[in-house]
Every structure is written in structure tokens, then in C-alpha cells.
Antibody, heavy 119, light 111 residues
């Protein structure tokens, strides 16, 4: 079954870091970029960045540069997104989504991981 | 990079057609034929319904159609059904620097 399975909800304190995982199955992992998109409560979608499993290359939205890291574990077809120096504004559902290399659209999404930042 | 602008809400009766507009700029929608649309039901992940401005993924109803004129992309839902009640987001590729920008979202209500 073609799917992206994400890790469970997280609760973090301001200033902490969070690492969310996204495990791919049912397709060739290296053929698709993995993107991360977040959605704050009651708000719209916001693109965070992508990682290319074929090269390990990454690209982040400017507002997250310096605060986000994306990595891979190729042995288990899993991508990770780590966000540092969390504030309450980072409270959101974080989705991973795949893009067939350079096709510029996201055809499969994970169910999302709720990250709550609260003191 | 600012978000693409969408009308906050659109409503229609069953069987009617509605159109959602997505207003971008010459840096995104106007330059690239790489606009996609997503449907999102409450508490669910977004679902791709249109890509490359007007193409439908396999399995998506042909009641959904997309188009573009200048800096504005549009999504039309024809033969509106109760199950179409959801939030809809446009997304455009915006070049190597910005990469991707989403729309502000439109809530579709079926009366």
C-alpha cells in the first residue's frame, strides 16, 4: 500500500526542539522528494521545505532557514524534520507529502503530526 | 513571499457550479503552469485534485476542473455535491528561490 506514515503527536516547551518522522512505503523512496507542510490551528497551509532522498539535498522556506533540519534514514525509507527553538507560533499539524522529482505537485500526503508548543 | 490570495468562502446549492479564484503574481502563478489544487476535509490531510493548472489525478471526479489566466488560477466545481463541502487550497511553484507558495484557502459550503 502506497502511504506515508507519520509519528505521533508531540508536546514541547518553548525553546525546545521537535523531530517528526515520515515513513514511506509502497513505492520507490528515492524517486520522490519529501516535502513538509504545516498548518496552524484554523489556518492555511504553509510550505516548510523538501529533502531529496536521491541526493540528500534540501531546500527550506526562508522563514525556517537556520531553524529546520531535514534528514533521511534510507534503510527504513524514512524522512525526518527537526525544528529548533520552538515558540507557540510553531504549534501546528505538520504534514509530509511526496513529489515525483521535479513535477512540482504533491500527490500523496501523510495524516499529519500535531506539534503543540506550550509552557 | 506572500501567500496566494483566495476568497475566504464560497457557497452553492447542490447541482450548481462554483468557481474559486487564486490570485498570485508574475513571480508564481503568472510565470509557471505549475498550479495545483487541494481539497481538505476537517481533520484530514489535503488531497490533490488538480495539478499542472488543469490536469486531474486518476480517481478524481471530472466535476473538478482548473484553469489559469495571467496571474489568476481558478478551480471550478460543477454539479456541486454535499461531499464537496471542504476547504480548498491552491499552490504554485514560485521558482528556485521561493519554491512553493500556498493560497489562503477557501471554505466551500453546500447549501
Amino acid at each position: 500500500q502506497v502511504q506515508l506514515v507519520q509519528s505521533g503527536a508531540e508536546v514541547k516547551k518553548p525553546g525546545a526542539s521537535v523531530k517528526v518522522s515520515c515513513k514511506a512505503s509502497g513505492y520507490t523512496f528515492i524517486d520522490y522528494y519529501v516535502h513538509w507542510v504545516r498548518q496552524a490551528p484554523g489556518q492555511g497551509l504553509e510550505w516548510v521545505g523538501w529533502i531529496n532522498p536521491n541526493s540528500g539535498g534540501t531546500k527550506f522556506a526562508q522563514k525556517f532557514q537556520g531553524r529546520v533540519t531535514m534528514t533521511l534514514d534510507m534503510s527504513i525509507s524514512t524522512a525526518y524534520m527537526e525544528l529548533n527553538r520552538l515558540t507557540s507560533d510553531d504549534t501546528a499539524v505538520y504534514y509530509c507529502a511526496r513529489e515525483l522529482a521535479a513535477r512540482r505537485f504533491f500527490d500523496l500526503w501523510g495524516r499529519g503530526t500535531l506539534v503543540t508548543v506550550s509552557s | 513571499q506572500s501567500a496566494l490570495t483566495q476568497t475566504a468562502s464560497v457557497s452553492g446549492s447542490p447541482g450548481q457550479s462554483i468557481t474559486i479564484s487564486c490570485y498570485g503574481t508574475s513571480s508564481d502563478v503568472g510565470t509557471y503552469n505549475l498550479v495545483s489544487w487541494f481539497q481538505q476535509h476537517p481533520g484530514k490531510a489535503p488531497k490533490l485534485i488538480i495539478y499542472d493548472v488543469s490536469k486531474r489525478p486518476s480517481g478524481v471526479s471530472n466535476r473538478f476542473s482548473g484553469s489559469k489566466s495571467g496571474n489568476t488560477a481558478s478551480l471550478t466545481i460543477s454539479g456541486l455535491q454535499a461531499e464537496d463541502e471542504a476547504d480548498y487550497y491552491c499552490c504554485s511553484y514560485a521558482g528556485r528561490s521561493t519554491n512553493y507558495v500556498f493560497g489562503t484557502g477557501t471554505k466551500v459550503t453546500v447549501l
